[in-house]
């Protein structure tokens, strides 16, 4: 048994396709094949189950493949305790943030960790809470970006800064006269939110309560979700286009996309709904230093002012 085998099975469990987990282990598929029967002769065990179309692992394939991950992740562990001897912040660090998140913090936060670790180079992607989730848990990404609450096994959470939401608007829109908006103002008005997934469109309707009859009563406030895979800047579309308000955390209703004559933002009144970002990574990570700087990066930059 091999650590090459067991990166073979654990990607064909994912990919559930022998073509599919080949390529992304850059060996022919014949290659892969033997080298998974061969696997399964060494335990005396079948640990897929394959057809025509699809390969699935059987319920015994299932957890050894389970321990197959635990293995390698254990196996990068090392790698990088090695590497973080020599020096935390010279290889590439492996960031992820929601998508309400990373497009209105990594233009502030990315110029100031190029000046405190100019030799660290940052990879960085975008994500639903969920999919960040298990790409931390697997080694795959090094930290991510999150809103609270967010909890995980071995996984250390920490809040970075606080977002007040506020309420974007035409200028011409009735609301804009008011200085302040309470959460009943919103009443007969249409708000635009994002699509089911997106863990801020629960954020709204949380902070927001009168926002949650509108899905099942339409005689207060008309809600409308926008399209899978929409964004918030999808949102300041839409709401310039005539088609309604909507809510955003700070940071994305401050970016500019339109003159300002165009689209306003008003505060909500006293005690004003927010959400509380934080900064999340594998316990077991040993580059406490890159993590440090980060953190260090983020809060320079004020992102939240």
Not at 77 to 96: C, H, R, T, W
Not at 103 to 132: D, N, R
Request: with cysteine; aromatic share 6%.
């Amino acid at each position: 048994m091999t650590l090459t085998e067991l990166r073979y099975i654990v990607t064909l469990a994912q990919e559930q396709h022998f073509g599919r987990a080949a390529e992304r282990c850059f060996v022919s598929q014949p290659t892969l094949s033997i080298a998974v029967k061969k696997l399964e002769d060494e335990l005396g065990v079948a640990l897929f189950e394959r057809s025509k179309s699809r390969v699935q692992s059987t319920p015994l394939g299932e957890q050894i493949i389970a321990q197959a991950q635990q293995v390698l992740e254990q196996t990068a562990a090392i790698k990088e305790m090695a590497s973080a001897g020599k020096d935390q912040l010279s290889s590439p660090l492996n960031v992820g943030a929601i998508f309400t998140i990373g497009p209105f913090l990594f233009p502030h936060f990315i110029p100031q960790l190029q000046e405190l670790a100019p030799s660290m180079s940052l990879y960085v992607e975008e994500g639903y809470t969920a999919t960040l989730r298990q790409r931390l848990r697997k080694g795959e990404l090094d930290a991510i970006l999150v809103a609270l609450p967010f909890t995980e096994p071995d996984v250390v959470t920490q809040p970075l800064y606080d977002e007040p939401f506020v309420v974007l608007m035409e200028r011409s829109h009735p609301l804009a006269s008011q200085r302040a908006i309470a959460p009943e103002d919103l009443d007969g008005h249409d708000v635009l939110l994002l699509g089911d997934g997106h863990c801020f469109r629960d954020q709204v309707l949380e902070a927001v309560p009168n926002l949650q009859p509108s899905l099942e009563n339409h005689s207060q406030t008309h809600t409308r979700t926008a399209a899978e895979g929409s964004s918030l800047d999808t949102l300041k579309h839409m709401v310039a286009s005539g088609l309604g308000i909507t809510i955003l955390p700070m940071s994305a209703a401050v970016a500019p996309l339109y003159a300002p004559n165009v689209l306003v933002t008003r505060p909500f009144a006293d005690p004003s709904p927010q959400r509380t970002v934080a900064l999340a990574w594998r316990a077991s990570f040993p580059r406490h230093k890159a993590i440090d700087v980060l953190r260090q990066a983020i809060n320079q930059c004020q992102i939240n002012h």
